[in-house]
């Protein structure tokens, strides 16, 4: 169960200011320009590999998971199927991705990255080498920092869920 907020912690955590509704004091505008950020960290590196973000977020998501269905790697992106699919498009378009009928079940088909696709996998590590090189965060530092990035995301929805069930 998530911990009650004490009256007036929120104001006393809004980065020193006791105005709620300052930008400044306000969680999703520090994640969101903090996201903005880190895309633009990676941008000259995704340039020189001649894909946007949301196409190397698909890319991660298929060197993890070779065979995924359309379906399963919007879920992974949380994405809806109408953002994923001109991704995929364009990605195979390039050859960086093919989809290939199931064995098990010809209705389905599968994503992969191709070989072209599999030789960015080098360059994308080069690329997170370098920006947490550049940022000068310790290793440790960034892994919790995206650990509690994470589990509020998880708390966050589990609220809407249990929001939306009401």
Known sequence: MPEEAHPGA???AAAGTDDVLSLAAQLCFALYSTSRSMTAAYRPYLEAMRVTYP???TLLALWETPGITMKQLAERLRLDYGTVSPLVQRLQTRGLVESVRSSR???AVQLRATPAGLAL???ARQMIGAVLKEV???LETVTA???QVTALGARLDTVVAERDTR
């Open 55 to 57: 196409q190397y977020l």
């Open 105 to 107: 079940d010809r209705r």
């Open 136 to 138: 000068g965060y310790p």
């Open 121 to 123: 996998e080098q360059q």
């Open 10 to 12: 929120v104001e006393a």
């Open 145 to 147: 920092l995206r650990d």
